[in-house]
């Protein structure tokens, strides 16, 4: 007999003294149960049906790639996630530093103290001012503040893999839009409206990733005034600080239709925190209070954020020098390019992926655009002066 268990019985379990739990857990014994599975029980537990749901690929890192291939990471330049060539903030690291011995208090004060500082900037309340855990956070927020089971969202095709992926998590459907690489990626308001039927939420990105191409604010408007009052228009202005165009907040005083995504992570550096917000219009920016993520904006985040927005001397290099990164690729590359308003170009190399392939084992990452349904095309941020003519060299090297 042991544990008031007859030895001779034969079940699938695995006795187990109390006293010796006890024992390895440094404690008096317990009241424990003994009768521990050695297999897995049968059961009906099953995510739901995620079929209709894809897989976020990301661009792969230089540890990754390094380990792989075996190359120093040192020796390796990552133009392939349109990161910021010259790191985060100088003034970002030093208040994360500051910060830090802070992390045991949730960020209620440094949370309104962000969205009152873009709110100025935005010249908006800071009410209008919606904080997420990165871009992809606030997607949700427009997700959740507006999508019923059911509801249909309109995408662009190629175009940013999240937005279809947080209205399916919020039980949405999804539809497209094409951007014609016959057309150059054209984004007009009729590229968009020949596919709308009736969608809640149309998503425009400016300036267009991976294709680089804009929207002008005349065009949003009339997808705006084209679409049904129940329609949002979120205008994605992730990239928006590399462009000459104007963003397209002024809408917000006009009308109640139209959001705007902006993030820290590229031209800030902060990709790492993961930092963005959306303005939203006055009549509905109180919904915020009942689908925010409680403290999804960490406190070195918002500290972070705070910080880089004083950091002008970084976001001038930064912008500076992705515009002339852009101009040398177009001037440089063996490959057709098209013009692009982010901190990256498209080029068509025939096979993405075996150039892709074959330089990174030259020293240089850049993006497969496969994912995207560009695979005859690579997407090459726009690195250092540097980083870029080494990009230029290896890419033609593995053309030729």
């Known amino acids: 007999m042991s544990n008031g268990i007859a030895s001779h019985l034969r079940v699938p379990y695995n006795i187990v003294s109390p006293h010796a739990i006890s024992r390895y857990n440094g404690t008096l014994p317990q009241r424990v149960s003994t009768l521990m599975p050695s297999r897995p029980l049968a059961s009906g537990m099953q995510p739901r049906d995620l079929s209709a749901h894809s897989v976020y690929r990301a661009g792969r890192g230089i540890e990754e790639v390094a380990r792989e291939i075996g190359l120093d990471p040192d020796d390796l330049v990552k133009l392939a996630s349109n990161e910021n060539m010259y790191g985060p903030s100088p003034k970002a690291v030093e208040a994360i530093g500051e910060t ?27 009410e209008q001012v919606w904080l997420g855990n990165g871009g992809d956070g606030v997607l949700d927020y427009f997700a959740r503040a507006m999508l019923e089971p059911g509801d249909a969202v309109l995408v662009p095709s190629p175009g940013f893999a999240y937005y279809p ?34 969608e809640r939420i149309v998503y425009l990105t400016s300036p267009h990733n991976p294709t680089g191409s804009e929207f002008s604010n005349e065009a949003i408007v009339e997808v705006a005034d084209r679409t049904r009052d129940e329609t949002l228009v979120v205008v994605d202005e992730a990239y928006g600080e590399f462009t000459d165009r104007e963003s397209a907040r002024n809408l917000l005083d006009e009308r109640d239709d139209v959001a705007i995504l902006r993030t820290f992570s590229k031209v800030y550096g902060l990709a790492g925190v993961r930092l963005g917000y959306g303005l939203v219009p006055e009549g509905w920016a109180d919904a915020y209070a009942r689908i925010n993520t409680p403290f999804a904006a960490s406190e070195l985040a918002c500290r972070a954020g705070l910080a880089a927005l004083d950091d002008d001397d970084h976001v001038e290099q930064t912008v500076e020098t992705a515009r002339w990164a852009r101009e040398y690729y177009h001037e440089h590359l063996d490959a057709p390019t098209w013009e692009s ?60």
């Open 100 to 126: 830090a011995e802070r992390m045991h208090s949730y960020p209620k004060a440094s949370h309104a103290d962000l969205a009152e500082r873009l709110g100025e900037r935005w010249e908006l309340p800071a």
């Open 165 to 198: 992926m947080s209205a399916r998590f919020h039980h949405g459907d999804v539809h497209e839009y094409t951007l014609s690489k016959a057309e150059d990626f054209a984004q007009t308001a009729e590229t968009v409206l020949k596919d709308y039927d009736g």
């Open 341 to 400: 308003g982010g901190n990256f170009v498209l080029a068509e190399v025939g096979d993405g992926s075996a150039v892709a392939d074959a330089a990174q084992h030259e020293g240089v990452i850049v993006r497969d655009c496969s994912s995207f349904g560009l695979p005859e095309c690579i997407r090459i941020t726009c690195g250092t002066r540097e980083d870029a003519k080494r990009a230029v060299e290896v890419v033609n090297g593995v053309l030729d």
